[in-house]
């Protein structure tokens, strides 16, 4: 596969997703217009987290849409509380799940408790309320389930394999863990952060090594009015 053919390749793994400085407020627009008509909400944080779910679900020939589950993107774990209020009787109506990462874990707790969602008092009582957390965050839980190995692979089909050895030469990230620059190298850039939770899940569907939270996320989105 030449650059030009990687190039397009990693195009495409945006395909139907906003991207640029203002793609979580767009994604957030378009996911909000769905809400009405939706049996089940998952609140995520951002548009990668969307994008992971999302592409995820599809590996499991899940059809969202026919379901009526809505992946939302709300702006960093801090609009949670917001959101919740914002959606006023709809919660009780319907069913809700969520992503969240660890460090943002009390801010989530709060919010569900705040809306009267629930009384979560333990990461125990988070699962059954629907929401899962993510050690670190997604793209460390998506690095573990891929392999060091195999991320280096899927850098260099995307012409990206090159920038990486830049990064991982730097003085602040030389002789770290090759997890670690990986996370760093995601993180560098939002286009990349969000083409590559596309690609990284993909990879994770292949070996059947989806990492646990996002499984866990779009199970309890399932609702018997949905499956029905």
Request: net charge negative.
């Amino acid at each position: 596969m030449d650059l030009a053919q990687r190039r397009e390749l990693a195009l495409r793994a945006l395909d139907g997703y906003e991207s640029g400085p203002d793609a979580t407020t767009r994604a957030m627009i378009s996911a909000r217009a769905k809400i009405d008509d939706a049996a089940a909400l998952v609140l995520v944080e951002g548009v990668s987290d969307q994008i992971a779910l999302e592409t995820a679900a599809t590996g499991r020939d899940r059809d969202l849409e026919a379901e009526r589950v809505v992946i939302v993107p709300i702006g960093g774990a801090h609009a949670i509380g917001r959101f919740l209020t914002e959606l006023g009787p709809r919660i009780a109506q319907v069913r809700l799940a969520g992503l969240y990462d660890v460090r943002e874990e009390e801010v989530f707790r709060r919010a569900l408790v705040a809306a009267q969602v629930g009384t979560p008092r333990t990461r125990a009582d988070m699962v059954r309320l629907g929401f899962h957390v993510c050690v670190d965050d997604l793209e460390e839980e998506l690095i573990r389930a891929v392999g060091a190995a195999e991320v280096e692979v899927l850098f260099d089909s995307q012409g990206d394999l090159g920038s990486f050895r830049s990064l991982q030469n730097q003085p602040a990230w030389r002789g770290q863990e090759p997890e670690r620059q990986m996370w760093r190298f995601l993180r560098s850039g939002a286009r990349r952060n969000l083409r590559y939770a596309r690609l990284l899940t993909e990879a994770a569907m292949g070996p059947d090594a989806l990492p646990r939270p996002i499984a866990a996320v779009l199970d309890a989105a399932r609702t018997d009015r949905s499956v029905a």
